[in-house]
């Protein structure tokens, strides 16, 4: 049992989180804002916006959509760069007791290296997320729809980094098991499933679709079912750790993702409904 009663999650590779609840990347920026509204050194851990080697602006506006039950981005990855990321906002993250996992992306495999070897030396970062799977950029899905460009791209990141390596997985694929078991393989610590699922909305008067793109990413309540589902899938697939994430909105939708196998959760959208909606997760868990 971690110091919050509740028990820890061990990934691997030394990174073990206080517990299982922790904030999706893109939902909590690097957690400054979100740290001036909610006791964060309470929850399991941050997953960083995605970080890319050079600075991103984004998408442009409007970058996201209400639909029914959830919500579409398209976003872009707009991030500092990863330079930024290890001079400037890590050493904000001193003090800090929770796990900060760096979410990184990128379009070849050198750049996630890239942002793999920098992040190496930072002694605030406990862990890297890999995003194969952003659908709002340009071959950002490349990766997490092949298996064999899947495992080479870890297997290399791999050979850089002695952190925890989390794949993040793609559900807008055919077959998200045949991915799992490729990451696994190539040497991944763990899993975390599911990014958003590609979605559109039209501008009826207009008949134009409303994001910029043409399509953005489905996340909120409405893919909760649709996560499970992939959770389920990929817990029966491999033998790591297996972080559940899509629609959580509370400690039941949570327990479902531990009820089909997942090791861990993250609470994404609902935080910007209510930013205390992961402590109140957890809290409910705990009282199980
Ligand atoms: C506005 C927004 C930005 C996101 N940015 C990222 C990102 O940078 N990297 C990533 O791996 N996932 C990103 N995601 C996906 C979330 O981490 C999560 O996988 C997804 O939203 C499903 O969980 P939810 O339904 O609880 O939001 C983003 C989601 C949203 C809504």
Avoid at 13 to 32: E, K
Avoid at 146 to 161: F, G, K, N, Y
Avoid at 207 to 230: D, E, H, K
């Amino acid at each position: 049992m971690s110091q919050s009663g509740f028990a820890s999650v061990d990934l691997g590779r030394g990174l073990t989180l206080p517990n299982p609840v922790g904030l999706a990347s893109g939902t909590a920026g690097y957690g400054f804002e979100l740290e001036q509204l909610i006791d964060i050194n309470r929850i399991g851990a941050l997953y960083t916006k995605g970080t890319t080697v050079r600075a991103r602006d984004g998408n442009p506006p409007p970058r996201v959509a209400e639909t029914g039950g959830g919500m579409l981005n398209s976003i872009g990855l707009q991030n500092p760069g990863v330079d930024v990321v290890a001079a400037d906002y890590a050493p904000r993250w001193r003090g800090w007791t929770i796990p900060i996992i760096v979410n990184i992306a990128g379009g070849s495999i050198e750049d996630y290296v890239h942002c793999a070897t920098v992040l190496e030396p930072v002694a605030e970062i406990a862990g890297i997320e890999l995003n194969i799977s952003c659908p709002n950029i340009a071959q950002g899905l490349d990766f997490g729809r092949d298996p064999d460009a899947a495992a080479r791209l870890v297997a290399a990141v791999r050979t850089v980094t002695e952190r925890c390596v989390i794949v993040k997985l793609s559900p807008n694929v055919t077959d998200i098991a045949a991915i799992a078991r490729a990451v696994e393989d190539a040497g991944a610590d763990a899993v975390s499933a599911v990014n958003t699922y590609i979605g559109r909305k039209i501008h009826r008067a207009s008949g134009r679709s409303v994001l910029p793109l043409g399509t953005g990413g489905l996340s909120g309540p409405a893919i909760q079912p649709l996560a499970l589902a992939a959770v389920a899938a990929v817990g029966d697939a491999v033998h790591i750790p297996v972080i559940g994430v899509g629609g959580i909105v509370d400690a039941a939708s949570a327990r479902d993702f531990l009820i089909v196998g997942a090791s861990a959760v993250q609470v994404g959208t609902a935080t910007f409904v209510n930013p205390e909606t992961a402590l109140q997760v957890l809290d409910g868990l705990r009282a199980d």
